[in-house]
């Protein structure tokens, strides 16, 4: 089973159709004992970083989560739900991140371009990638969907597993241990999304 974390984010139902269409049991919750009982973790996200942490906090889940990563359970996070995997935001200066990443989300800096940054773009595949691989059998350029204004900048460069360029090199999804995350939104990017969640789901 697949537990896709509710925590009031408007992402939530697409991401359970596209991993529905794939043959996953999908469950969606925001119950402490389904993420212990479930295979997988889906962390949705969309909206303020802030507004996200404080929907997050009011749920109680925050240790569970904790707690099943600790265990060694795989998460997905997706748009917000990779930026809240960090310490903290720009957007929200104020409000504490998860920490289960380090570094910061930044405001993109794209003179000359529009942001947020919405719409199809391409990813650099990074060579250096974890062993469960989200892009393995894509091609070398695949095109996804995004819509951000602010992106995560990690401690950590080698945790990057994609970039995508506008305006410079933007952090398109990570990667550490059991934990990977898209900035882009793979149930809104066509069968290149759904043969990323495929694998996550297989890996």
């Not at 408007?10 to 919750?29: P, Q, Y």
């Not at 371009?113 to 892009?135: A, C, Y």
């Not at 204004?149 to 410079?168: F, K, R």
């Not at 995350?181 to 069968?191: L, R, Y």
Request: charge should be negative; glycine fraction near 12%; aromatic fraction near 6%.
């Amino acid at each position: 089973m697949i537990a896709v974390l509710d925590y009031g984010v408007g992402n939530l139902f697409s991401v359970e159709k596209a991993l529905v269409s794939l043959g996953a049991a999908v469950k969606v919750t925001a119950e402490a004992d389904d993420l212990r009982a479930a295979d997988k973790l889906v962390l949705p996200g969309v909206g303020a970083f802030g507004d996200c942490m404080h929907n997050f906090e009011a749920t109680g889940l925050i240790p569970v989560l904790h707690e099943v990563l600790d265990a060694g359970k795989p998460l997905l996070g997706i748009c917000v739900g990779l930026q809240i995997l960090f310490e903290g935001s720009e957007e929200s200066p104020d409000v504490p991140g998860l920490g289960l990443l380090k570094g910061q989300v930044r405001k993109i800096e794209a003179p000359g371009l529009k942001v947020p940054h919405m719409g199809w773009n391409s990813l650099q595949i990074r060579p250096q990638r974890e062993k469960t691989d989200l892009f393995r059998g894509l091609s070398e350029k695949p095109y996804v969907y995004f819509v951000h204004s602010y992106h995560a900048v990690p401690e950590d460069p080698a945790i990057i597993t994609s970039q995508t360029e506008y305006g410079g090199l933007l952090t398109g999804s990570v990667a550490k241990g059991n934990i990977q995350a898209t900035q882009f939104h793979p149930e809104k990017s066509g069968d290149v999304g759904l043969a990323i969640l495929k694998t996550f789901l297989e890996g």
